[in-house]
Each structure stands twice: as structure tokens, then as C-alpha cells.
């Protein structure tokens, strides 16, 4: 079965500074989606940026982007200049083509002024 | 901006008691989910249901589970005889397809259980 693991459970970051998120995956899929969603205090699920497996070229979504290693099975996020609105709880998915998406158990960021 | 609307917000219920909690998913979406989120724990899939069928359960979704879509518009998850640790948050998803595209997610449902 699938995993996805998030080793960070807690992060922290000071504004405008530039943060990395970990997650790494298990799969011996070669036809897979990642997603990285953000909760914030709300509750509310909010996609934050996806990427296709069969695309080498690393996702990129304004301040956030994405360091997808295929052969490692990581996919890690990098927030840059980061604001205090980016303070959440981030998840990791994964999805099989045909499947629900599953996720990591999420990392909580502070971010600080 | 369409959006995903899940009702109630915060349900409370005793032990023992059947619950329904409702959604609306967003009017061209094709496929609906229902995930579950237990308190500082990770979200986990329910059910997603495609064509007015169950596509994909996974092993939480047992015989207490069931989901409907009644009409049109709503898509509802029952569950009966509800126990402590159903105490969870639930969100609704929806999707126009079933993979690489962004599911949109409700605002999610407290159930608290006492």
C-alpha cells in the first residue's frame, strides 16, 4: 500500500524568510499525482500546488514550489518570502492515477514577526 | 467562486445515535469524497462515489457508513449507531475528474460523539 510520510511535525519560520517542508512517499507506481494542501485555522483544506509524476520540471505556484526527486520518492515544498498568512498546517498527497488522494499526518508552521 | 458547502458545521450527538451529514458539492464536479480528520491526526479517505455508486471505499468505511446523493445537489454521508471515536472533523470533496485535478474541499463538519 502506498505511505506517505511528513518527519516534521512542527516548523517554524520568521517572515520573508524561506522555509522547506519535507515528504517523502512509497509507491511502485510510475503513473502517480503529489499535492501539497495547506489547513489553516479554518479548518478548510486548500490545494496549494500539485505535480504530475511523468513531468521532471519542479512545479512552481508564485512563493511556493516544489523539489520533486522521482527516484528518491520526495517532494519536498519551499515556501519563499513567507508571511504570516502562511502559517497552517501543510499536507502531503499522494495519488494513484484512478485512486483518492492519501495523505502525510502534516507539518504545522509558525511563522513569526 | 464556486465552493463545496458541507452542513452542519458542528453536530454533536449521543452514543448510539445516526447522524447526517450533508454536502454540495460544486454543480459540475463529477466525483465526490468524504474524508475524515480525527483531532491532530491525519486526514484520512472515507469513501469517494462516482455515477451515483460507490468507486473506492477504504477499510473505515464499514457497515455503520453509508453515503447517498438523494437529488441533484447533495451528497450525504449517514452514519449509524455513531461511537465515541467517530468524534472527528469530515470533509466533503469534489472533483471534475478523478485524478490530477484539484479537489475542492467543504469547510468540513465537527461531529463530537458523547
Known amino acids: 500500500a502506498q505511505t506517505v510520510t511528513q518527519s516534521q511535525p512542527e516548523m517554524s519560520v520568521q517572515e520573508a524568510e524561506t522555509v522547506t517542508l519535507s515528504c517523502t512517499y512509497d509507491?511502485?507506481?510510475?503513473?502517480?499525482?503529489l499535492f501539497w494542501y495547506k489547513q489553516p485555522p479554518s479548518r478548510q483544506m486548500i490545494l496549494v500546488i500539485r505535480q504530475e509524476a511523468y513531468k521532471q520540471q519542479n512545479a512552481t505556484e508564485n512563493r511556493f514550489s516544489v523539489n520533486f526527486q522521482k527516484a528518491a520518492k520526495s517532494f519536498s515544498l519551499k515556501i519563499s518570502d513567507s508571511q504570516l498568512g502562511d502559517a497552517a498546517m501543510y499536507f502531503c498527497?499522494?495519488?494513484?492515477?484512478?485512486?483518492?488522494?492519501?495523505f502525510g499526518k502534516g507539518t504545522t508552521l509558525s511563522v513569526s514577526s | 467562486e464556486p465552493e463545496v458547502t458541507q452542513t452542519p458545521s458542528h453536530q454533536v450527538t449521543q452514543m448510539g445515535q445516526e447522524v447526517i451529514l450533508r454536502c454540495v458539492p460544486i454543480?459540475?464536479?463529477?466525483?465526490f469524497y468524504w474524508y475524515r480528520q480525527i483531532l491532530g491526526q491525519k486526514v484520512e479517505f472515507l469513501v469517494s462515489f462516482y455515477n451515483n455508486e460507490i468507486s473506492e471505499k477504504s477499510e473505515i468505511f464499514d457497515d455503520q457508513f453509508s453515503v447517498e446523493r438523494p437529488d441533484g445537489s447533495n451528497f450525504t454521508l449517514k452514519i449509524r449507531s455513531t461511537k465515541l471515536e467517530d468524534s472527528a472533523m469530515y470533509f466533503c470533496?469534489?472533483?471534475?475528474?478523478?485524478?490530477?485535478?484539484?479537489?475542492?474541499f467543504g469547510q468540513g463538519t465537527r461531529l463530537t460523539v458523547v
Open positions: 509507491t511502485s507506481e510510475s503513473d502517480y499525482y
Open positions: 498527497a499522494y495519488q494513484q492515477a484512478g485512486t483518492a488522494l492519501i
Open positions: 470533496a469534489s472533483s471534475e475528474l478523478l485524478q490530477n485535478t484539484e479537489a475542492f
Open positions: 454543480s459540475n464536479h463529477l466525483y
